[in-house]
């Protein structure tokens, strides 16, 4: 009698495991309703910004670069970071574990919730003076002034930026990013660049 209940206990776990398990291969197969199995990514995700950085890099090795390190201006790359959140979704599929999104599809984020951006001078920089604006001076790798950008749908919440002032010799770049947001509130994140070598 025991074994027949253990063999009946045995069937009962794996067949709640298996509907489990089917449930979750089901449910996270498609996270967004637009995605197309047959290779296009889905439309743009509803997110808020929660954050803004900016961070340098030295385009020969790719690695971040710090305050500390020293960089041919020629090599400098300066990229804006946007940190985000998932807008809630009253979704049936939301509530489960195990979403997934296809691996190959770079992110695609509509920021709800942002007014603007500006980068202000903390230090003197190719000819400006500190607590200039200099928003209308930086280039998104779009080729949008960063005064200008006012639409942040398709952002992969990550932003290549040109600086259009002069550099001097072992110079350095220091700022401060605010980030406005719909709600009044604002986020501020101040950064020293490396120093900056100029043949």
Same mark, same amino acid.
């Given at each position: 009698?025991?074994?027949?209940?253990?063999?009946?206990?045995?069937?009962?776990?794996?067949?709640?495991?298996? %509907?489990?398990?089917?449930?979750?291969?089901?449910?996270?197969?498609? !996270?967004?309703?637009?995605?197309?199995? &047959?290779?296009?990514?889905?439309?743009?995700?509803?997110?808020?910004?929660?954050?803004?950085?900016?961070?340098?890099?030295?385009?020969?090795?790719? @690695?971040?670069? $710090?305050?500390?390190?020293?960089?041919?201006?020629?090599?400098?790359?300066?990229?804006?970071?946007?940190? %985000?959140?998932?807008?809630?979704?009253?979704?049936?599929?939301?509530?489960?574990?195990?979403?997934?999104?296809?691996? %190959?599809?770079?992110?695609?984020?509509?920021?709800?919730?942002?007014?603007?951006?500006?980068?202000?001078?903390?230090?003197?920089?190719?000819?400006? !003076?500190?607590?200039?604006?200099?928003?209308?001076?930086?280039?998104?790798? !779009?080729?949008? *002034?960063?005064?200008?950008?006012?639409?942040? @749908?398709?952002?992969?919440?990550?932003?290549?930026?040109?600086?259009?002032? *002069?550099?001097?010799?072992?110079?350095?770049?220091?700022? *401060?990013?605010?980030? *406005?947001?719909?709600?009044?509130?604002?986020?501020? &994140?101040?950064? $020293?660049?490396?120093?900056?070598?100029?043949?």
């Amino acid at each position: 009698m025991s074994i027949f209940f253990k063999i009946k206990r045995v069937k009962m776990t794996v067949g709640i495991l298996s %509907s489990y398990m089917l449930m979750l291969i089901l449910v996270a197969c498609v !996270e967004d309703t637009d995605f197309n199995p &047959f290779g296009e990514c889905g439309g743009p995700i509803k997110v808020n910004a929660t954050d803004i950085s900016l961070f340098y890099e030295s385009s020969n090795d790719y @690695k971040p670069a $710090t305050e500390t390190d020293t960089v041919k201006f020629e090599e400098f790359g300066l990229y804006l970071k946007l940190n %985000s959140e998932l807008i809630s979704q009253s979704s049936f599929t939301s509530s489960f574990p195990g979403s997934s999104y296809a691996l %190959s599809c770079a992110p695609n984020l509509d920021f709800q919730n942002i007014t603007s951006i500006a980068i202000t001078l903390l230090a003197p920089y190719g000819g400006k !003076e500190a607590g200039t604006n200099i928003s209308n001076l930086v280039t998104t790798h !779009e080729g949008v *002034k960063l005064s200008d950008l006012r639409e942040f @749908k398709g952002s992969m919440g990550q932003y290549k930026l040109t600086l259009d002032l *002069k550099a001097v010799n072992k110079s350095q770049l220091k700022t *401060k990013t605010t980030l *406005k947001l719909k709600d009044g509130s604002e986020k501020f &994140f101040e950064s $020293t660049s490396p120093v900056l070598l100029i043949n």
